[in-house]
């Protein structure tokens, strides 16, 4: 009797295990994730700040997007010198996530004393992914901003970031302009 329980117990076992392993699978990457891909390689930036007094500051930069997961996430690594002498690094994800029908992220730099998450949509008429980042800034105030990416080409990409002033209105903080390094 035992013997029969011990062999019905390793049956069950054997025949559930496939099953669950094949449950757990994350589907293929899909469309969402050939928005992801179209980002991979190294870009070569130029950046726009605008500056407290209204004018506009330029410097450089070279940002490596590499794919991981499986395709399933987007590796980014910028590097600039944002003035003389003060480099700028900084570090993010971004992936599809299923559930929200968004892409999420996380960022991080050399100037900020945490981490950003943002949530962003793709427009596809347009070619941008919109997003919106909650961070904090040196004082631990909450940052609020939105950033457009938007494809000119497969070739260029142009990443816009608006902050809410004191006066409560959006304004233009930032530019970057990418082309890809061939």
Do not use: N
């Amino acid at each position: 009797m035992m013997k029969a329980f011990a062999c019905t117990v390793a049956a069950v076992i054997m025949t559930a295990a496939p099953g669950a392993a094949r449950a757990q699978m994350p589907p293929p990457p899909g469309p969402e994730h050939q928005i992801l891909a179209a980002d991979a390689g190294t870009w070569d930036a130029v950046l726009e700040m605008v500056t407290p007094d209204g004018s506009t500051m330029r410097s450089t930069g070279l940002q490596e997007d590499t794919l991981g997961c499986g395709g399933r996430c987007l590796v980014t690594s910028f590097k600039s010198e944002m003035m003389p002498g003060m480099m700028f690094e900084g570090r993010g994800v971004t992936a599809w996530d299923g559930t929200k029908k968004k892409y999420v992220g996380a960022w991080t730099d050399s100037m900020s004393p945490g981490m950003g998450v943002s949530e962003g949509t793709y427009d596809a008429a347009t070619k941008s992914l919109t997003s919106f980042m909650d961070s904090t800034d040196a004082s631990g105030t909450v940052v609020k901003t939105k950033s457009v990416v938007q494809h000119t080409d497969a070739d260029h990409k142009v990443m816009t970031m608006f902050m809410t002033g004191p006066d409560g209105k959006e304004a233009q903080a930032m530019k970057i302009s990418y082309t890809r390094r061939k």
